[in-house]
């Protein structure tokens, strides 16, 4: 069992780390993106994608990934170490 919980921690770490790169590439292209002309619209210009955002939203989804398995983990080990 115990070998079970280090690695939801492992994949946990992991998938942090992947998240943190993620969301610094998103951060990075938005950065480095030109200036976008302004909407006429201002409802339009709410819903225009931004460079980078499918970046930043894949980091936002590992991180939710991680948080889950960390916290199952977590449950597992506290599970184990009482009994």
Known sequence: MYR?????????AFLTLCSIASLYVGSRVA?????????????????A???GDGWMLAGVFLMLVALALASAAMMLWTRERHG
Do not use: E, H, Y
């Open 4 to 12: 079970t919980i280090k690695r939801l921690f492992a994949a946990s």
């Open 49 to 51: 994608g931004d460079p």
């Open 31 to 47: 950065a480095a993106a030109a200036p976008a002309a302004q909407a006429v619209n201002p409802l339009a210009a709410q819903f």
